[in-house]
């Protein structure tokens, strides 16, 4: 149990180009879902967290205009990065966890490559 | 702010021996969690052991335990009978506890090779 998906696992789009990515919990609802970037070979750091019906956390010196992220169910939570440019090139990694305030675990997804030419 | 600091960018040991990755955090909270993530090549996060700052007992799962001296905010893996499968970058993550932010703050990461 307890699996997220991406979708989808990599993708290449030009430099001005809108993306799209989104995380799924599979077998469990997820009020509480995170966005994270990993450049190569370095630790993954927190963009945003997606709460369900609400706004996202964006983390500080993430620009909220240009990772658009929205939580409409459950299961599901997408992030759109508007006008891509290529240092927008990155390794993108979502999370999920479960309901409760006492549930500690996060499960992530596979992630999704980005690639902007 | 939490910080969690590997001060080890890269370990390597043989196949069968048993390594120690290191990790150090800073956090002013008394109750909080701890985790070790284990990211292959294939770059999906995998949780290998999680410890409760509550817990004296050290957490151990299999081959996999740990080090935790919550005085001196370490939190150390070690991994026994290393297999090839063990290489990948391992993460420190730190997650304050329940009922308050639930995010994690991972450290930099220590890149395991396992020798033949």
């Known amino acids: 149990g307890a699996v997220v998906s991406q979708h989808p696992s990599w993708v290449i789009c030009k430099s001005g180009t809108s993306v799209k990515i989104e995380c799924r919990s599979l077998?469990?609802?997820?009020?509480?879902m995170f966005w994270y970037r990993q450049f190569p070979k370095q630790s993954l750091m927190l963009m945003a967290t997606?709460?369900?019906?609400?706004?996202?956390?964006?983390e500080q010196g993430v620009e909220k205009d240009k990772f658009l992220i929205n939580h409409a169910s459950l299961t599901l939570s997408t992030l759109t990065v508007t006008s891509a440019h290529p240092e927008d090139s990155s390794f993108y990694i979502c999370?999920?966890?479960?309901?409760?305030?006492?549930?500690?675990?996060?499960?992530f997804g596979p992630g999704t490559r980005l690639t902007v030419l | 702010a939490q910080t969690v600091t590997q001060s080890q960018p890269e370990m390597s040991v043989q196949e069968a021996e048993t390594v120690t990755l290191s990790c150090t955090y800073d956090t002013s909270e008394s109750d909080y969690y701890l985790f070790w993530y284990k990211q292959p090549p294939s770059r999906q996060m995998i949780l290998v052991i999680r410890q409760e700052a509550y817990k004296q007992q050290n957490a151990t799962e299999n081959r996999f335990s740990v080090n935790f001296q919550k005085a001196a905010k370490s939190f150390s893996l070690k991994i026994s009978d290393s297999q090839l499968g063990d290489a990948a970058m391992y993460f420190c993550?730190?997650?304050?506890?329940?009922?308050?932010?639930?995010?994690?703050?991972f450290g930099t990461g220590t890149r395991l090779q396992v020798t033949l």
């Open positions: 997606s709460n369900e019906g609400s706004k996202a956390t964006y």
């Open positions: 999370s999920a966890k479960t309901p409760g305030q006492g549930a500690i675990f996060q499960f």
């Open positions: 993550a730190y997650r304050s506890a329940p009922g308050t932010a639930s995010k994690l703050t």
């Open positions: 077998d469990f609802q997820a009020t509480t």
